[in-house]
Structures are given as structure tokens and as C-alpha cells.
């Protein structure tokens, strides 16, 4: 699909419901849930960002992404509970390759809410309405190799190995591997005929 049609999309980011979650944008309102979860050195253990350092941070980029979002260059749901709309966490993605009709997903969930299954249920919406909605071809995603967890909640989404790479990222504490896998729209098709 076209960048512009994408940004257009994604100016007016469109709600996804699943069975447990909707998948909205993100308010300024979401700061203090968003919070919740960004200070966390649990949460953000294998991320590229750092803890939220401050309440008012986290409203300051609540605030920035509404611009993100004006112009259609954020791609990112906040992931909320059914019922009390609780933002749990954020799905979207992180990079897409106009060139070659692809993106990269990136997700994190508050850790009050791991182990349920969450993640997983956003992730395969989100891969839907990518290769369905943006006619992506391929979706991949990273994790740093020691992240078991995120690679078993890849693998229930469907997606498939491909490769390591060693050292690819300098984190605080030094050199990680990031693994890459990825699930092609051929492969999605048949798995939800």
C-alpha cells in the first residue's frame, strides 16, 4: 500500500476489537496507566527505551504522540481491557518498509497483565489488520535473545525464525543479540482460511 494511504489510516487510527481488548488510540488522557507500566524496570528490561523517570514525562509524550498521530506517523494501539478500558499496554508498528510492503511489530504490556494471553490476542489483531486492511507481505519482529518470554508469545502468533544477530544492540549493561522472525502474508492466509 502507499505511504499516503497509510498515513491517512493511521491519522485517524481505526479501533480493533477482539475478544478480551480494544486496540484504540492513544489519549492524553492514558498517561497515568501508561505510566504505570513505562517506569517499570521489569517491563522495560528488554527495550530500547528507558523507565519513565517522571509522571509528567510520560503526560509530555502523551501529549507528543497526538501530533504523531495527526500526521499519520505513529502506528501504535493502546492496548485497553474490555469493560474499564484500562490502557494495559501499546501494539502497533514500529517501522514499515514502504519500499518493500513490510513492518516490523513491536509491543509491551503492563506486567500486572502478563500471563493471560494478552499480548498474543493484540499481536494477532494487529497482524490481521496488517495484512489484510495495509496488504503488507511481511510482518517481522525482533526480541533480544534473552527474552524467552516474548519469543514464546512470537511463536503463538505464528511467527517464524530467521536469524540472530549477535551484538546488534549496546544496551545500559552492554552487548545484546536480537533475534528476527517474521510471519508472511502467504503463510497468514492459509493459517486463517
Known sequence: MEKEKIKSIFSNIPTIETDRLILRKILPSDFRDMYEYSRSLAVTKYLLWKPHKSIEYTRQYSLYLQDRYRIGEFYDWAITVKGDGKMIGTVGFSTIDFNNNSAEIGYVLNESFWHHGYASEAIRAVLKFGFIRLEFDKISAKY????????RTL???GFNFEKTVPRAIKRRFGYTDVSICSVLSTEFSKNHE
Open 155 to 157: 511463536d503463538r502468533c
Open 144 to 151: 533480544m535473545q534473552k527474552n524467552s518470554a516474548s519469543r
